[in-house]
């Protein structure tokens, strides 16, 4: 998951900054720094072990008479995609305090997790 995550990052602006935490061994959260956008103007889709982040600002036109000393807050659209690990869902997502947090979960199928034979019996061991 991480990999993947740093790797799709290489080639994308650094907006909005964003942090990936491991919660525990299978669980991870995304942060990412959206403040001013609601949550009506973001969007997340999921699709093929990528994840699309979106922010579209809805009412661009009516700040046109706005007239700023300093302008330092990004008031702009952006899309961000992570490249999620194999098994990797997104869980959910909240908007707090200006920050969006993405909830990550590895889930590998019994088929895929690893088993172990007991030597010279051939007799499957629960574990």
Request: aromatic share 6%; hydrophobic share 35%; glycine share 8%.
């Amino acid at each position: 998951m991480m990999d993947a995550a740093q790797r799709s990052s290489e080639k994308q602006p650094s907006y909005p900054p964003y942090n990936i935490e491991a919660l525990a061994e299978d669980k991870y959260q995304i942060t990412m720094a959206v403040a001013g956008f609601t949550e009506q103007e973001l969007s997340l889709e999921s699709e093929n072990n990528t994840l699309s982040v979106k922010g579209e600002k809805q009412n661009k036109e009516d700040k046109t008479d706005r007239k700023f000393i300093h302008q330092g807050i990004a008031e702009r659209n952006f899309e961000r995609k992570f490249q999620l690990g194999d098994h990797v869902k997104v869980i959910g997502a909240s908007l707090e305090n200006g920050l969006l947090l993405i909830d990550l979960e590895r889930e590998v199928p019994e088929a895929l997790k690893p088993r172990k034979i007991e030597i010279g019996t051939g007799k499957l061991i629960e574990g």
